[in-house]
């Protein structure tokens, strides 16, 4: 007997057949004798459509007020999921994240969480109850309920499979594993039988959506078992095959995986360029600059700062495209001026590209082939960022699939 976790995304639980479908797919899982705990979104665009209520009323609607209406979408699919399952003959309990409880912090919108109880809901399983939990959801030291932010319910089902020690965390998705880039934009593109954490990890925060980076970060460090596939297959296809589908996220590289030097291809849209320009090169400048933008809780990525001239340097970082308004805002206003700054650029059309893979630990020449083949499509490269097992470059936005393709041609992840 196992303890699993499932969690399904929006549009697994997009209409009534589908969620009696999530159930049949529970079902035969449990009548194997596992523990079952699952965690449900919200239907397919409901969180949308709330949030686009509240904004109806105001643009700039209060954080705690939003996650009070948000959080209602989870607590809809766990009810009508607990109540499919019990049609099912099994019985079923569904429990909002505050009844659990998931514990976070106070920062509504985007909060993290700080601790799970496991308690009541280990006592319903040792029961022989299917457990069903709110995903995207917790509540502060205060009471207030508080939401993980988009893609939330995944990190909710990960860290809940840490917490009650669970023996694998099932993604179930609109996909049927992680592809070496978007099937979209390759048609080549090839589904991953396993990936490291380490890659998974890079893939998330490069724009890669089929896992929330937050989830990936608790997975790898509790070791949680953690496998990806589809719910629109058959929910009675034999268990066997199901436990074996899908992309498998591993603790360790084996013995195959140096085989690979690059294993897939990540790109991100929504990126904006901000540059402070003669800005005077002194220590504690980049803090100058930096700290008022994290302290509005925009999330910084790449950074480059000139070699100094003449006392005076240029300062470029790249934020998320829904949050460059507000960072240009914050620079005009605050920043320029304190930090001498003499102009303040921006571009909101840029994307990253990268390339992952933990055999570029090993294999020299990854950066200079991907240089050149962008070169070779006319592509400029206005920042570059590295890590040990990837290389990221920011393009204009027009180029990015032109980028990808060529990319996934010229490391033949075309190829198995």
Request: glycine share 8%; aromatic share 6%.
């Amino acid at each position: 007997m196992a303890l699993i976790v499932h969690k399904y995304g929006g549009t697994s639980m997009g209409s009534v057949e589908r969620i009696k479908n999530v159930a049949r797919r529970v079902a035969k899982w449990h009548k194997v004798d596992h523990k079952m705990v699952v965690v449900p979104s919200a239907m397919s665009g409901e969180t949308n459509r709330l949030l686009g209520l509240a904004r109806e009323i105001t643009a700039h609607p209060d954080p705690r007020e939003l996650d009070m209406i948000a959080s209602t979408g989870e607590q809809v699919s766990v009810g009508l999921l607990a109540i499919a399952l019990q049609a099912e003959g099994l019985e079923a309990v569904s429990y909002a994240g505050w009844q659990v409880p998931i514990k976070t912090d106070s920062a509504f919108t985007k909060a993290r969480i700080n601790d799970i109880g496991g308690t009541r809901v280990l006592a319903d399983l040792d029961a022989g109850k299917v457990v069903v939990v709110t995903g995207f959801q917790g509540v502060d030291p205060d009471g207030h309920i508080a939401t993980l932010g988009r893609g939330g319910s995944d990190t909710s089902a990960v860290a809940i499979a840490a917490a009650l020690k669970a023996d694998e965390c099932l993604i179930y998705t609109d996909v049927d594993g992680v592809y070496t880039t978007d099937p979209r934009v390759v048609e080549e593109a090839r589904r991953l039988d396993r990936v490291t954490f380490e890659e998974m990890l890079e893939m998330a925060s490069l724009g890669s959506k089929v896992l929330q980076i937050r989830s990936v970060e608790f997975a790898g460090k509790y070791q949680v078992k953690t496998r990806v596939l589809s719910s629109l297959t058959d929910p009675l296809i034999p268990l066997e095959t199901e436990m074996h589908s899908g992309t498998l996220i591993t603790f360790e590289e084996d013995e195959t995986m140096e085989k690979a030097v690059i294993s897939g291809i990540a790109f991100q849209r929504d990126e904006a360029r901000i540059a402070l320009m003669g800005v005077p090169d002194k220590p504690g400048i980049a803090y100058q600059i930096l700290w008022p933008v994290a302290d509005a809780n925009i999330h910084i990525d790449m950074i480059i700062q000139n070699t100094s001239v003449d006392g005076k340097t240029d300062f470029t970082f790249t934020v998320g495209r829904g949050d460059y308004a507000h960072a240009m805002e914050i620079l005009t206003n605050k920043v320029q001026a304190h930090v001498k700054a003499e102009q303040v650029r921006g571009d909101p059309k840029v994307s990253k590209v990268s390339v992952v893979g933990v055999g570029m630990r090993s294999h020299v020449g990854i950066a200079s082939t991907m240089f050149r083949t962008l070169a070779e499509e006319g592509i400029n490269i206005q920042m570059i960022s590295t890590s040990e097992i990837k290389i990221s470059v920011l393009i204009d936005e027009k180029y990015t699939e032109l980028a990808v393709r060529a990319l996934h041609k010229v490391f033949e992840l075309d190829h198995g």
